[in-house]
């Protein structure tokens, strides 16, 4: 029996969070939103990434749905900040929060580049930076030069990241293609999942 568990609950508590945030978003395309009200309430959905990961070992109920689960929810609140930190500094920044997606449309275009990454801890990092980046210039406490900094070396960092996965992925695609012994290389049937986030 499958169950939704503490680790998914904590994650949907996050995703309701970034629901609000997305609502204040898009209602500051129209009107006036406090800045801070949405760096407060993206700030908590931020710092609780780790509590549903932490739940899910915890609890030994960690899962594909949950890491797929946590991963979306991640990736849209990183595009939602990317958009609204876009009125300020440009529409450049949402690069930080398009990545993820262009990634996704780049596998159906190339279904080889759904294979299974190996695991990277930086990649959890790159995007944490990312978040806190985001959620500093969304606040409006800061300069603009310096949160125009803060999100340029995010960028930076996620453009890194993704490369390096790109370039492992290119890699390894050529590897399986290569024939030895007059036949090709079976590969291994790979998961599909990754943990891209």
Same mark, same amino acid.
């Given at each position: 029996?499958? *169950?939704? @568990?503490?680790?998914?609950?904590?994650? =949907?508590?996050?995703?309701?969070? /970034?629901?609000?945030?997305?609502? %204040? #978003?898009?209602?500051?395309?129209?009107?006036?939103?406090?800045?801070?009200?949405?760096?407060?309430?993206?700030?908590?959905?931020?710092?609780?990434?780790?509590?549903?990961?932490?739940?899910?070992? *915890?609890? @030994?109920?960690?899962?594909?749905?949950? =890491?797929?689960?946590?991963?979306? /929810?991640?990736?849209?609140?990183? %595009? #939602?900040?990317?958009?609204?930190?876009?009125?300020?500094?440009?529409?450049?920044?949402?690069?930080?929060?398009?990545?993820?997606?262009?990634?996704?449309?780049?596998?159906?275009?190339?279904?080889?580049?759904?294979?299974?990454?190996?695991?990277?801890?930086?990649?959890?990092?790159?995007?944490?930076?990312?978040g806190i980046a985001l959620v500093a210039a969304a606040s409006g406490?800061?300069?603009?030069?310096?949160?125009?900094?803060?999100?340029?070396?995010?960028?930076?960092?996620?453009?890194?990241?993704?490369?390096?996965?790109?370039?492992?992925?290119?890699?390894?695609?050529?590897?399986?293609?290569?024939?030895?012994?007059?036949?090709?290389?079976?590969?291994?049937?790979?998961?599909?999942?990754?943990?891209?986030?």
């Amino acid at each position: 029996m499958v *169950r939704f @568990g503490p680790a998914n609950t904590a994650t =949907a508590a996050r995703s309701t969070l /970034v629901g609000l945030v997305t609502a %204040l #978003v898009v209602t500051s395309f129209e009107a006036s939103v406090p800045p801070l009200l949405i760096a407060g309430i993206a700030a908590p959905a931020l710092a609780l990434d780790a509590v549903d990961g932490w739940l899910a070992r *915890r609890t @030994g109920t960690q899962s594909d749905l949950g =890491a797929r689960f946590d991963m979306e /929810v991640d990736a849209f609140l990183l %595009l #939602v900040l990317s958009v609204y930190v876009a009125q300020d500094l440009g529409w450049w920044v949402v690069a930080i929060g398009a990545l993820r997606y262009l990634f996704v449309v780049a596998g159906w275009m190339l279904p080889w580049m759904n294979a299974t990454l190996p695991p990277r801890y930086w990649r959890k990092v790159v995007t944490a930076v990312a978040g806190i980046a985001l959620v500093a210039a969304a606040s409006g406490l800061f300069a603009l030069w310096f949160s125009a900094a803060a999100t340029a070396l995010a960028l930076a960092l996620l453009l890194e990241s993704f490369g390096r996965d790109v370039l492992w992925l290119v890699r390894e695609h050529r590897r399986a293609e290569v024939p030895v012994l007059g036949g090709p290389i079976d590969e291994r049937p790979l998961d599909r999942l990754g943990d891209r986030n």
